[in-house]
């Protein structure tokens, strides 16, 4: 039997590609993807982006959806508001042609109620300033006048946001030597005031005499605005019970008024180093005492402890004004037990090289002040380490000193008594 010849192998075998890598299906897939990237370039573009983005498809879809709604939502916010300016702008057209009532105050009925047809001045232009209720008595055994205050209703409103902050300022003429002042109210029409002021006239000179209660309107930092005043001539009362009774405020006069500048300043009290700092800033609208209708002003400022002369400082002499600018500061050492009996007086003169150097003006804070003087001083204490500037009203060197009626000096430690 013939041996079998056996098929020699071949020295490299044939390879055999598996079933799954079949090429047409790569073709096919190929031709397809570069065939849809032709007819739409945009959406291959977008299907490229999504693919970039490391987030799950529907991710990218609901931020995509939230985005969207927010652009909706601010898109209509604009529409709405636009609406609401042109509605606003149809309703101050509306607004302008009724009656303002800015300056009455809601909180009370009678401030809403029409006044009386005898109460209308018509053909004028007479403004309605409110009303005060005044009580006056008069003691003739001690020659003592009581002007009372009780409080105000309706008045005008001085400032922006249809308020005022009004105070009352009560003297007596001709002689006029002391003038007081009631507290400020903060942003009141209708202040409940309930002070009393006593006055010095002899029996002959009170039917010669009239009471002015003037009506202001406080400003920290600029003159204060008068609202009205009232006039009482006192040979027309009865004096045989205490008056009471409303008044109408009126215009004020200024035929006795005489301007004798302002001055402003600023206070501050450090209580754990027992000191007490001011600062004169400057002074406007001051009365010219030299031929050139010019001044050349100073200011003096003084302690007085128990109504004593204690420390003094002056200020710079600034020649040739009428509203000269200091800008000084003065340190004085007073304890937290002296700050509680110390009087401040801030007096301007007018320096003459020749003669007597003439006061110009006067004013004195502390604890025996009032109205403006005294809150001012309240502020200071109030808010220690912090300076409080505030404008006042100069007086006369006279009215001053008849108020605070000072002694010569503090006796020295050495005569004390104690």
Known sequence: MPPLRQTPKPSH???????????????????????????????????GLLDDIPL???????????????????????????????????????????????????????????????????????????????????NAAQSELTVGIKQANSLKAMDLGGSSDPYVKVYVLPDKSKTCETKVFRNTLNPVFNEQFNFQITKSSLLKSTVVMQVFDFNRFSKHNIIGELRVQLCNVDWNHVIEEWEDLGEPAKFEDVNLGEICFSLRYVPTAGKLTVVILEAKNLMSMDIGGSSDPYVKVQLALDKRKWKKRKTSVKRKTLSPYYNESFTFDVTFEQIQRVNLVISVWDHDAMTRNDAMGKIFLGCDASGNQLRHWADMLSNPRRPVAQWHNLLSAQQVNSTLVLKKKIPLSSKLPF
Do not use: M
């Open 56 to 138: 799950p498809r529907w991710v990218t879809y609901a931020i995509f959806v939230v985005g969207s709604l927010l652009i909706l939502l601010c898109c209509l916010c604009i529409c709405i508001k636009c609406c609401c300016k042109g509605k606003k702008k149809k309703q101050q057209k509306k607004k302008d042609e009724k009656v303002n009532l800015n300056g009455v105050n809601g909180k009370t009925t009678t401030a809403l109620v029409q006044p009386d047809v005898n109460d209308v001045d018509y053909g004028s232009s007479r403004q309605a300033r409110g009303k005060l209720l005044y009580s006056l008595d008069y």
């Open 13 to 47: 075998p044939i390879p055999h590609a598996p079933p799954s890598l079949a090429p047409p299906i790569n073709i096919i897939s190929t031709t397809s993807s570069h065939t849809n990237t032709t007819l739409n370039p945009a959406a291959g573009f977008i299907h």
